[in-house]
């Protein structure tokens, strides 16, 4: 590989620098240049060549089936196209966090804003008689591959200490060059990181047959030779002749050179579940990130590609104030004499398992369960939305205690994913109170969503159900109750009449409970108009009201989760809060719901936020992106994208020209779903066209697993307010908070809401499938 052309160093000083030239960091930088063209980014590596894929070098690489070129990541152009600088033989020997800068082995510093460590980890040495003759090898970087490769050349006789992933995949690879290999484990199994007898068992047994020797139990205690490698004497005493050894016996995460500098390190860099440090500018991933993992419930060190690649991206967003927790099922991946496999989770606190197939037959899985929740899942060959479901049970933790029988028997299959219930809640001012009724319906029938998305009034009708999860009902009508003007109910023929009484009683008086004009002088310190305001409302009340009809306690271990939208004022960058990260509060909400220019900015943790509903009305984007796949019911209460009647004068042109604007996008995520229907079809076209041992190579990855397991069945339900129920109320618009149409609008959502639940005809209602909504679009 052609190391890129940058090699001086010097004093520098990038906005995002990125020590580690490994996969964590390639991705992290990707990430960073999507999400911020402008920004300075630096990559720091160690090596002299370009950052390239490890995986290979146990296997292909080491065979010399898979070439140089083939495990480089990207070309030396990408980096230079990215405008990403790639530092070569830059290997970060020190940290001084107050100057913010990280110093380099050959003594120049570069200065960052945001610092990522993804220095990964380095093979141990063994620590015995011998343990530098030549012959004596560590298989861990590229430089490595290829020494060993060379010395396999001249020798015979191989010894591979560890029978863990690299050492088992390295004996396979020697032997397939031609050595006659011994395999030594110091543990009574291979592959201990499994936690399965039955697995140690099934490899022992596929390695003997290829003429690997194993032997169990016992360490080596010395290497014998003079300058180069003749033998190894055991623990049990037996001599071993060989003239060529691999040391895979784990490794350490590269963190040294942070002693000292006050970042907090326990086995690796200690970071949170948004993988940031002690030191807020300071974030870690891959092989050297000590995170507190939420999906298994406790703190982890993960040395695999996968996990790697998702950090990087992760700590990319997070470095830029996403606060994006890691809740990912990582794959690994590997190849052991043409069996590739899989393994996903963590089996250390198994109590069960659950076989299914014939080892190493396809498909072939092994279930590990603790109190009937599957845990973990080894696999080989099982096809894409078999591997998907396995990291969604792992993930939301699915008891399998009525399916554990059934899925033993042959061809039984995991299933579809977990099906999920998500609310889409959208900003609509008083028509808010349309998706109160929606909600009231939903609950009278039983449905509680597992996740709700919401903006500006959404975010409020939204709260209140999440934090009275399956009984919401009496505190929404209690809310809208205090929302509601009593008084303003001008007779159906006198339209106009009403519409003026109500911009005028909204322009002087405002809504009670809500917001006040800052022309009103009963506002405290708001007088007269000034041209400094920023908003022409204050919104103080509703932060009261808030207090009092939501349950922000229950909120943290509410079985519904809230996922809110807002706008970083400063930035212009969508914010999501979440209610399993973020300490959800009355300004959390109002943020989501701060509509300029009639309402001012929110701040919440220093930073000024807007309403979401400005980036996107129906927020299914923000379930996408924070819960991955969606697989069940959507119920998208939709409070503009029906058919209206044309506006009649500029006020009304004014409102119909925002609803537009807040059209429901959930359109622009189908559309989408069907052009990555579209990219799975070609691939699986392309894969096909593979011969056997190569599609199912390509099938094991994770890219492959995560694309193609990707296509679950998602029923979007509309809850619509459309032209022909809105005639039915005397003026219905955003801002008509008047008590008769508060009551009318909630009538509305409801029976719109049961509408979809109660359907009159085989398929529901407002239930339709992604080329079902298009086909209604484009009507």
């Known amino acids: 590989m052609k190391p890129a052309p940058e090699r001086g160093i010097g004093e520098r000083r990038f906005d995002y620098v990125l020590a580690g030239g490994g996969i964590a960091s390639v991705s992290a930088a ?46 030396a152009d990408f980096y230079a196209k990215q405008n990403i600088a790639l530092l070569l033989h830059a290997r970060a020997v020190a940290l001084d966090r107050a100057a913010h800068f990280v110093r380099l082995e050959d003594g ?41 490769r060379a010395d396999t050349v001249s020798k015979q006789r191989a010894l591979v200490i560890g029978a863990g992933f690299v050492g088992v995949e390295t004996a396979a690879a020697l032997r397939e060059l031609g050595l ?24 022992r047994r596929l390695v003997a047959a290829r003429g690997v020797e194993v032997l169990t139990g016992v360490t080596v205690e010395r290497f014998t030779g003079h300058d180069a490698l003749a033998g190894a004497v055991l623990s049990d005493g037996r001599a071993l002749a060989c003239e060529l050894a691999v ?106 398992v659950v076989e299914r197939g014939e080892f190493p037959q396809r498909p072939y899985s092994l279930l590990f369960l603790k109190h ?18 396995a990291e969604e049970m792992i993930r939301h933790r699915r008891n399998l205690a009525n399916s554990c029988a059934a899925l033993a028997q042959a061809g039984s299959r995991l299933g579809a994913l977990p099906s999920q219930t998500v609310l889409i809640l959208q900003g609509g001012g008083a028509l808010g109170a349309f998706e109160s009724g929606a909600i009231a319906a939903l609950e009278s029938h039983g449905v509680r969503p597992d996740i709700v998305s919401a903006v500006s009034i959404g975010a409020f009708n939204g709260a209140i159900a999440a934090s009275h999860p399956g009984h919401a009902i009496e505190a929404l009508r209690a809310f809208w109750r205090e929302l509601s003007i009593e008084g303003l109910a001008a007779p159906r023929a006198y339209a106009h009449m009403r519409q003026t009484e109500l911009a005028w009683h909204l322009a002087l008086f405002g809504v009670p409970n809500f917001m006040r ?59 999501i809060f979440d209610s399993y990260v973020d300490r959800l509060t009355p300004e959390h909400l109002l943020a989501s719901g701060s509509l300029p220019p009639a309402m001012p900015w929110t701040t919440v943790e220093g930073r000024a936020y807007w309403d979401g509903g400005i980036v996107s009305n129906s927020p299914l984007d923000l379930v996408i992106e924070r819960c991955g796949q969606v697989a069940g ?146 009507k």
Not at 653 to 668: G, Q, S, T
């Open 30 to 75: 990707r990430s960073l240049r999507h999400e911020e063209p402008c920004a300075s980014i630096a990559i720091l590596c160690g090596e002299p060549v370009l950052p390239y894929r490890r995986p290979p070098l146990t296997k292909g690489f080491l065979t010399g089936k898979v070439g140089a070129a083939r495990v480089t990541i990207h070309p």
């Open 108 to 148: 120049s510093a570069v200065h960052y804003g945001k610092l990522l460590i993804a220095t990964g980890a380095s093979p141990r040495m063994l620590d015995i008689p011998g343990a530098a003759l030549a012959g004596v090898h560590l298989l861990h970087d590229i430089g490595d591959a290829v020494t060993l």
């Open 180 to 203: 006659e290999v011994t395999l030594v484990e110091r543990s009574a199994k291979l592959l201990p990181q499994l936690h399965s007898a039955l697995l140690s068992e099934h490899f």
């Open 247 to 352: 040391v895979a016996a784990g490794v350490e995460p590269n963190c040294t050179w942070l002693a000292g500098s006050g970042v907090t390190l326990a086995d690796g860099v200690l970071v949170d579940e948004c993988l940031q440090s002690s030191d807020p500018d300071i974030y870690a991933a891959g092989d050297v990130a000590n995170f507190h993992d939420p999906v298994l419930g406790a703190r982890r060190r993960v040395e695999h590609w996968d996990n790697a690649v998702r950090q990087g991206r992760l700590a990319a967003r997070n470095m830029r104030g996403a606060r994006m927790p890691y809740r990912d099922v990582s794959i690994f991946y590997g190849d052991v004499f043409d069996v590739p496999y899989n393994f996903q989770g963590d089996p250390s606190d198994a109590q069960d």
């Open 372 to 389: 009937d929740v599957l845990r973990a899942m080894f696999s080989i060959g099982a096809p894409a939305d078999e591997a998907v479901a």
């Open 517 to 575: 004009p800052r022309w009103w002088m009963g506002a405290p310190g708001t007088g007269s108009f000034a041209p400094w305001w920023t908003s022409y409302y204050d919104t103080q009340p509703m932060l009261a009201l808030l207090r009092r009809y939501v349950d922000f306690d229950a909120l943290t271990a509410s079985p519904t989760r809230l996922l809110l939208g807002a706008v970083d004022v400063a930035s212009g960058e969508r914010r």
């Open 633 to 778: 019911r959507v119920f998208v209460v939709d409070l503009f994208s029906g058919l209206r009647p044309l506006p009649s004068n500029l006020i009304e042109v004014m409102l119909r020209r925002d609803e537009i604007v807040y059209a429901d996008r959930v359109r622009n995520d189908l559309r989408f779903e069907e052009n990555a229907n579209d990219f799975r079809d070609l691939v699986e076209r392309i894969t096909s066209q593979l011969d056997a041992d190569a599609a199912a190579r390509v099938r094991q990855s994770p890219e492959y697993i995560r694309l193609m397991g990707n296509h679950a069945p998602v029923q979007i339900h509309r809850i619509a307010l459309d032209g022909a129920s809105l005639s039915r109320v005397p003026f219905a618009r955003d801002f008509d908070f008047s008590a008769e149409s508060i009551a009318a609008m909630q009538e509305l959502g409801r029976a719109a809401a049961l509408a979809v639940l109660e359907p009159g005809e085989a398929k529901p209602r407002g239930a339709e499938t992604a080329s079902d909504y298009e086909d209604e679009v484009c």
